[in-house]
């Protein structure tokens, strides 16, 4: 995680507007920390105003770390070192503009008509996700995201604006 605040802490310099978001499984939270996610300033939850809303407890959140504060982003560093459950977000979106862009990424359309809900928030599926999709889709599915890091079999990996791939 500190490679994260490192990083954006460089950016910030540069692009004072951009953020440090978590956005975290409270699915995982709930398991790994034996407690739920709580509506709360500088918590937003995915879920909440979906057809999903009644599981928002157990759905992604998404957390600016500057209002959450220095004890739940070490708290969330642990989980993420310990349990596939959150990736980092730098973005220039405030907490309710950025929560609302990746609601509407929640469902994807499947071939046959059907939506399904696409676990983005899951760093497994995120990185294959980011392997998987062409240009257009990436482009289109991460560019609002100037930076999104999280931990695959070990390793720091990040998708950026520029060339929405993992690294």
């Known amino acids: 995680m500190l490679d994260v605040q490192s990083r954006w802490a460089q950016l910030h310099n540069t692009m004072p507007e951009l953020r ?3 956005l ?3 699915v995982q939270y709930q398991t790994q920390l034996c407690k739920r996610f709580q509506p709360a300033s500088g918590l937003f939850p995915l879920f909440a105003g979906t057809q999903d809303a009644v599981l928002a407890h157990a759905g ?7 209002v959450a504060g220095e004890v739940m982003v070490a708290e ?3 989980l993420e070192r310990d349990a ?22 929640l469902d994807v359309s499947l071939p046959d008509g059907r939506s399904a809900l696409l676990r983005f928030w899951d760093p497994r599926v995120l990185v294959n996700l980011a392997r998987t999709l062409d240009g257009p889709q990436r482009e289109e599915f991460f560019g609002h995201i100037h930076e999104w890091h999280l931990l695959h079999e070990g390793q720091r990996v990040w998708i950026g604006r520029q060339h929405a791939d993992a690294h």
């Open 76 to 78: 969330l560093a642990t």
């Open 24 to 26: 975290v499984d409270g």
């Open 20 to 22: 440090l978001y978590a």
């Open 60 to 66: 992604p959140w998404l957390v600016d770390a500057a």
């Open 84 to 105: 596939p459950s959150l990736s980092w977000i730098i973005a220039p979106q405030d907490l309710e503009g950025l929560g609302q862009l990746l609601q509407l990424r």
